[in-house]
């Protein structure tokens, strides 16, 4: 405890050194309880952030991959200054990809019919194929995130820390937690590593602007948690696998140096992930609704602390109760429908792939801008899932005829009572989470597709040829005989 | 009826030199050209007096939209000022968020449907890299209003084959000609409808038919009044590019998907009237037409831009790519020979002018406003089929075949194949399998920016049938390909209220969709409780959750 309180006050004033020496404006709180020469924390840690000064002051002297990084940099600006004369066509290091947009629409329409212009409506739109990281500043610190329970994930965790630190020269977070992991504290390994690291707790620190990169080892949860640590501004993501590939972890470990290196570097294409923004307006809470207004309107930069940003779904459904649900539905204030089943699944399109799934939603690439509404078990032979566009406010409320409350729930956490009278708001968030592509966006959903849930996995049929040849005698009945068995067996 | 189409088409033209010099835009017609009828001189004097009238509303209405582009800068300023504050990063100024903006107008206020501006600052460091090549302008769909550049002159009235829609059909084409003094163009086999026509032998005819000729006396004299001052068309043989300012549709959503048909590069907006039940793509009741259409016909109508798929059939044999396709348009009242049969005559006739056919690149491709399905035809084998996106191969379908549908053609044969209904203003193309036979296929939606390709797999033990909108049904051989896109062309339907109430009146009246008896509350049920017992109370409860 003591050691993360004084890592990082001590973190704080590297970043406020830092920012003078970048020539960026200082904050007016200066802290002065702790300098970097002050005794009180460890030899190790006092050692790391020695050598980030000397980086800082010494640049000449920085190691391969800063320098890299900066020319990097550089180049990327030259390309900004080029880049006004129109559609390039580049030869990089990233596969070229067509445009992901629809193609905008003639607003001619026959001799007479026109659009009616209104600027102010008008948004632009950055094709999500040409969606590519860059660097504003080379990154200083990764966040690393686990798996729980997993001892296969240990080894890989140790090695990639490891080679953050050494060879990297980044500070690394992590969970609290991992530290008092029995296993890890045995790893030898680790224990040489352990006091370089940077802790946080959930719950307790606040990582907003103090994490640069994220890195998540072993599965999609990883990348969910990720999502709820940052209910503002994500950090770019880059997400492994082990084992199976994850729908949203779409990097293998084997060679994660070589990875790891490109895209610190700035080679890396990115799909901004939309979340959703869910506020619970309890029917007690005119006052404390009225307050939070305010609070938005003075435009405070914290977001009202009763919404939550979810990056696969949010779930309402009847609980433990043995009653249907009895759930009704509004969008932009308009009544449309009510959820007598098991409950509702509002989604993103990455969560299409998860619980939407199984309640029978078709999947849809995390590029198009939609929301989905997905019963669960509706009692109803006509119900089906509806997906709307991204930028319409959904409203659920506990019908007043119910036989009972709901349940809430956010990335499946956060569970909270729905009574009657209360609501909840979804809308989509202006913060996505930025993931690291490993090949490009259709690429990696398609695999992802394929491998994550087996889509459409299926024995081929074999062509009538391959057939004639199984065929014992000339007889066409025989022939037909056999090409019905072919066909049931297959 | 050639001829009379011949000369309607002339006077039209005539007509339409007279209205660039009326309007004093280029003169592009010789000085000698006169007046062949008189009563055009009589349409001609009364459609401009309708052109000032039209005019001065137009005028108003500009005044009425500067006012309230200044109303919005105003509100404008102080969010923009709020923000302003809030960022002081250099690199806010290329990738501004959106602020959203509450209008005070005199259509019904609806909130954006875009998704919002994706935040890119990625925490400290990490940002997107500024590309403005690749950045395109986006109008809200909650925002498409229709504005005429100049007042609509000709209309096509298309209506359903059913004697039902005669009588409002009449009404709505002699109100059009007398009242709104517009050209009404309509498909020339109306004027060959027995039930419009004097001149039916009807000793010939069933006495069913007889007694509903009988009936249709009025409506049928109302129309021969009017047969003379409409123009004709055949589609296959007349093109209506260009030359139809506005379309009104009657009787269902067929009409609206022939429409699509006829026009296949820019559409003229489009007006569609339900008759009976609610359609999925015709919004307006035939009750109040004249109210509604003279709202739309002033410039009052806000707009649903229904994205089309641009389908191309690629030959394996072939270098030149197919370029009948667009004539080759399927009527609604021919059968399926007689289709096969004007391919033929037209594909000999298109062979002999290939030189001169100066929309080659066109000609190849189709485009569809609710899907295209590839389909294993009469065949008794599995379809077998390779989907490619952006290159790539996808997936196979085995199974009886593949949907390629719009967000319009969500709730037509996909969503009877199990996909999700999408709303028209999501851009997105859906891939849907036809009873596929896997336990693990699902529907897909995929970006609407994307190209697809469609092939016979090699192995595939039989060739396939490719229709668009249900018509021009082809085969698709071994090497053969089906490129499809997103058309820059869709069509403007015009709502009755705003595109998302539309929509889901829509889903409600004509899907019918989570209809449901409401499950009672407690409350209720425990007053029809006779005892206090309390196991009786329960037996009630689980008595009337399976009821319900």
Not at chain 1, 266 to 284: D, F, K, Q, Y
Not at chain 1, 397 to 423: A, C, K, Y
Request: with cysteine; net charge neutral; charged share 20%.
């Amino acid at each position: 405890m003591a050691l993360s309180d004084i890592d990082l006050a001590t973190l704080h004033e590297n970043r406020l050194e830092q920012r003078w020496h970048y020539g960026l404006p200082n904050s007016h709180h200066i802290y002065h309880q702790h300098h970097y020469h002050h005794v009180g924390f460890s030899a190790m840690t006092r050692l790391c952030l020695e050598r980030n000064l000397q980086r800082k002051v010494q640049p000449d002297h920085n190691g391969n991959c800063l320098a890299r990084g900066r020319s990097r940099e550089n180049a990327n600006a030259i390309d900004s200054s080029s880049s006004g004369g129109g559609r390039r066509r580049r030869s990089g290091t990233w596969p070229r990809t067509r445009s992901l947009n629809a193609p905008s629409p003639v607003q001619q329409f026959g001799p007479c019919g026109r659009i009616m212009k209104n600027s102010a409506m008008v948004m632009q739109i950055q094709d999500p194929a040409s969606q590519r990281l860059t660097w504003y500043k080379p990154p200083l610190t990764v966040l690393v995130i686990k798996k729980v329970s997993d001892a296969s994930v240990l080894a890989p965790f140790v090695y990639l820390v490891d080679w953050l630190l050494q060879e990297k020269n980044m500070v690394v977070w992590v969970e609290s937690a991992v530290l008092e992991d029995v296993q890890l504290n045995e790893n030898v390994r680790f224990k040489a590593i352990r006091d370089k690291l940077v802790t946080f707790k959930d719950g307790r620190d606040d990582l907003t602007d103090r994490i640069d990169f994220i890195v998540c080892l072993g599965g999609d949860g990883t990348l969910l948690y990720a999502s709820l640590l940052f209910q503002q501004s994500v950090p770019p993501v880059m997400a492994f696998h082990l084992g199976s590939l994850g729908f949203l972890t779409p990097f293998r470990f084997d060679n994660f140096e070589e990875q790891l290196t490109s895209v610190l570097e700035g080679h890396a294409a990115l799909t901004l992930r939309s979340r959703l923004r869910c506020v619970m307006h309890r029917r007690s809470d005119r006052k404390h609704e009225a307050k939070t207004l305010e609070a938005d309107l003075d435009g405070e930069a914290r977001p009202a602390a009763n919404s939550i940003l979810v990056l696969n779904e949010v779930v309402i459904d009847r609980g433990p109760s043995p009653y249907l649900s009895n759930i009704d539905l509004f969008l932009d204030g308009k009544y449309i429908t009510s959820v007598q089943g098991d409950g509702l699944i509002v989604s993103t399109p990455t969560g299409s792939t998860a619980y939407a799934a199984a309640a029978g939603a078709s999947m849809i690439h995390p590029s198009v801008p939609a929301i989905m509404v997905t019963p669960i078990c509706p009692h109803s032979l006509s119900f089906r899932p509806i997906v709307v566009p991204a930028g319409v406010e959904l409203k659920i409320s506990v019908s007043p005829e119910s036989r009972n409350t709901s349940w809430v729930s956010f990335d499946g956490r956060n569970r909270q009572e729905l009574f009657h009278g209360d609501s909840l708001r979804v809308t989509t968030s202006i913060y996505p989470v930025p993931c690291i592509c490993a090949q490009d966006q259709i690429s990696d959903w398609f695999a992802s597709l394929a491998d994550g849930l087996h889509w459409n996995v299926r024995k081929r049929q074999k062509c009538l040829d391959e057939l004639s040849d199984l065929t014992a005698s000339g007889s066409e009945d025989t022939l037909d005989e056999i090409e019905n068995m072919k066909l049931y067996d297959v | 009826m050639t001829c009379l189409s011949d000369i309607d088409l002339a006077t039209l033209h005539q007509h339409r030199l007279e209205e660039i010099f009326s309007y004093k835009l280029a003169w592009s017609g010789t000085g000698h050209q006169q007046t062949q009828y008189n009563d055009l001189l009589v349409r001609h004097n009364a459609s401009l007096k309708r052109q000032r009238i039209i005019q001065h509303t137009a005028n108003r209405a500009s005044t009425r939209a500067k006012d309230q582009a200044s109303t919005d800068d105003c509100v404008a300023t102080s969010p923009g000022n709020i923000q302003a504050k809030s960022e002081q990063d250099p690199d806010d100024g290329y990738f501004d968020s959106t602020t959203r903006r509450t209008r005070s107008g005199t259509w019904p206020r609806t909130r954006s449907l875009n998704a919002p501006s994706p935040f890119q600052h990625f925490g400290p460091c990490g940002r997107i890299m500024k590309n403005s090549a690749m950045v395109m302008q986006i109008q809200d769909p909650a925002s498409q209003r229709l504005t005429w550049y100049k007042p609509p002159l000709t209309v096509l009235v298309i209506k359903k084959k059913d004697s039902q829609v005669l009588p409002p059909f009449v009404q709505l084409v002699e109100w059009l000609v007398q009242e709104k003094h517009m050209v009404v163009w309509v498909e020339s086999a109306v004027l060959e409808d027995k039930l419009l026509r004097d001149d039916v032998k009807l000793e010939q005819e069933s006495s069913k038919f007889q007694k509903v000729h009988q009936q249709y006396a009025g409506v049928r004299a109302r129309f021969l009044d009017l047969r003379e001052k409409l123009v004709t068309f055949k589609d296959g043989r007349d093109d209506l590019t260009d030359r139809i300012d506005f379309i009104v549709c009657l009787g269902g959503d067929g009409t609206l998907l022939y429409a699509s048909q006829l026009f296949q590069q820019s559409v003229p907006p489009v007006m569609a009237f339900y008759l009976g039940s609610l359609g999925f793509l015709t919004p307006f009741q035939c009750d109040n037409f004249q109210e509604q259409v003279t709202n739309v016909l002033e410039g009052h109508a806000a707009l649903t831009l229904r994205s089309r798929l641009r389908c191309s059939i690629h030959r394996k044999g072939e270098r030149r790519k197919e370029s009948l396709l667009h004539s080759v348009g399927g009527n609604l009242l021919i059968p399926s020979f007689q289709r096969q049969l004007n391919y033929v005559e037209l594909n000999n006739g298109q062979t002999g002018k290939a030189g001169s056919n100066n929309n080659n690149g066109h000609n190849n491709s189709i485009l569809v406003l609710n899907e295209v399905v590839i389909n294993r035809g009469p065949s008794p084998y599995l379809s077998n089929i390779d989907i490619f996106l952006e290159g790539k191969y996808i997936t196979s379908v085995q199974g009886d075949g593949l949907i390629v549908s719009t967000p319009t053609g969500s709730t037509a044969y996909a969503a009877a194949a199990g996909a999700s209904m999408i709303h028209p203003s999501v851009p997105a193309i859906l891939v849907t399998p036809i009873c596929p036979h896997s336990l693990s296929f699902r529907p897909i939606v995929v970006p609407a920016g994307v190209e697809l390709k469609i092939s016979i797999s090699p192995d595939s033990r039989n060739t396939s049938r490719v229709s668009f909108d249900g018509r021009n049904d082809q085969e698709l051989n071994h090497g053969d390909s089906l490129r499809v896109t997103t058309s820059i062309y869709p069509v403007p339907s015009i709502c009755s209220q705003d595109q998302i109430s539309d929509w889901f009146d829509s889903l409600a009246e004509g899907l019918h969709w989570n209809v449901r008896k409401r499950q009672k509350c407690l409350d209720e049920l425990s007053d029809l409780t006779t005892s206090g017992s309390e196991d009786t109370l329960d037996d009630f409860d689980n008595l009337q959750i399976y009821d319900a």
